[in-house]
């Protein structure tokens, strides 16, 4: 059974930071592209960041050089370090197993950027 398992959401000030990690299971991790998706409330899932099992990592024009993702094979995780969070960035956030066309999400975590 695969199980994406997020952790480290919150509520957050604008200018503040969040890491949010993802504990992968039931996967062979190392071969599985790994990302991240966030949904505001009404509007569509976008990719907000991927970290492919090779090769390098992708970002949305809307949060490069503020987010940074990472994977840790041994540990079978991935992270988003997500740094000046904007009220625009107030999302849930799932974390994604992809493979060829088969994907596997968590169930989200909620961030929200608010003064």
């Known amino acids: 059974q695969v199980q994406l398992v997020e952790s480290g959401g919150g509520l957050v000030q604008p200018g503040g930071s969040l890491r949010l990690s993802c504990a992968a299971s039931g996967i062979i991790f190392r071969i599985y592209d790994m990302g991240w998706v966030r949904q505001a409330p009404g509007k569509q899932r976008d990719m907000v960041a991927v970290?492919?099992?090779?090769?390098?990592?992708n970002y949305a024009d809307s949060v490069k050089g503020r987010f940074t993702i990472s994977r840790d094979n041994a540990k079978n995780t991935i992270d988003l370090q997500m740094n000046s969070l904007k009220p625009e960035d107030t999302a849930v956030y799932y974390c994604i197993a992809r493979r060829g066309v088969t994907t596997y999400w968590g169930q989200g975590t909620q961030v929200t950027v608010s003064s």
């Open positions: 970290i492919p099992s090779g090769g390098s990592t």
